[in-house]
């Protein structure tokens, strides 16, 4: 495997492969040294054409915690914002070798065609394009979920989890839902009906419009963000109206699972998807998903650069079990 566009590039086998290994770095990044010279003299490039906090400055942990030399290249104050088209920006890239590229588009489908068009020699990393998918994000969410359900191994078999919201614009969930049906969860997407995105009824999830109804001994819930910057229309009618049917407060989350998790990739929009005391209850695992991230992405870094071993995946993994 030489890039990750989607979480569909990854198969039963590789997706535990990509967990496990985060699992042996997050070793290293509890030592007071945390760096590893796995990919010394390699080139990560982060480019990223819309705005990004946590996922940008995870890229760059990562790359660095494996002594890669990172460059960071944001649309704002750059060619890019002269117009400079993908190609040209990435034969820059590809003049500067680069070993792997993370892209973060506001068009869905930049990092397939990134991938496909042959201007770049190196790996190709999705990190969000449009309302499509988030392949890190997913594979740092379900690390996440391994980790606290299931004391870090294995896969997520009959884990019961609710992702809730703004659906539409989410490539959190889209990818989400992928890597998670992958791994043998059972997922339940809710929704606000306008908020549902055209042909959901392919995903390999159950969907619902009522949240009270599926709630009741869930294993996780993953709140969503309601993306205003995406919204060309309104969806719903007042903020409250809102969070009064899908946002997550304390009596919602008293019905989970006694031993269930409360997730959110961030941004939050604190008292409209989730209420303030729910974003910082014990439970609330949203500070470990950024931690996580970290080892997550040294993981794929690792795997991708390091030469994904696609072959040895089926004996290694099996030999494990
Ligand atoms: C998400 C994103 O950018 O897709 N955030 C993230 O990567 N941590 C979700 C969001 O913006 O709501």
Request: aromatic fraction near 4%.
């Amino acid at each position: 495997m030489k890039h990750l566009l989607s979480a569909s590039d990854l198969n039963y086998n590789s997706a535990i492969r990509v967990l496990d290994t985060a699992r042996e770095l997050s070793l290293v990044t509890d030592r007071p040294v945390k760096k590893l010279p796995t990919l010394r003299g390699r080139t990560v490039v982060n480019l990223f054409f819309e705005d990004s906090t946590r996922t940008r400055i995870s890229f760059e942990a990562a790359a660095k915690r494996l002594s890669a030399d990172v460059i960071n290249f944001s649309a704002k104050g750059s060619s890019l914002s002269k117009g400079e088209s993908l190609k040209d920006t990435a034969l820059t890239l590809q003049a500067m070798g680069a070993d792997a590229v993370v892209i973060r588009h506001g068009s869905s489908g930049a990092p397939h065609r990134l991938a496909s068009a042959g201007w770049i020699d190196g790996s190709i990393i999705n990190a969000g394009d449009g309302t499509h998918e988030h392949p890190t994000q997913a594979l740092l969410d379900a690390y996440t979920l391994r980790d606290h359900l299931n004391g870090g191994v294995g896969d997520l078999a009959g884990k019961r989890i609710v992702i809730v919201g703004d659906v539409l614009h989410s490539r959190v969930a889209r990818s989400n839902v992928i890597l998670l049906a992958t791994l043998g969860a059972q997922v339940t997407v809710v929704a606000p009906p306008t908020l549902v995105p055209v042909g959901i009824e392919t995903w390999p999830c159950k969907v619902s419009y009522d949240l009270d109804a599926e709630l009741d001994g869930a294993d996780a819930v993953m709140m969503l963000r309601v993306q205003g910057e995406r919204m060309i229309h309104s969806y719903f009618p007042t903020t409250r109206e809102y969070s009064r049917r899908y946002g997550l407060n304390r009596q919602r989350f008293e019905r989970i699972s006694e031993s269930g998790i409360v997730m959110h990739p961030g941004p939050m929009n604190r008292g409209m998807e989730i209420t303030a005391d729910v974003a910082d209850a014990e439970r609330s695992v949203i500070v470990d998903q950024v931690t996580n991230g970290v080892t997550v992405r040294m993981a794929v870094l690792y795997l991708l650069l390091g030469g994904f071993p696609d072959d040895s995946v089926d004996s290694a993994v099996e030999s494990d079990q």
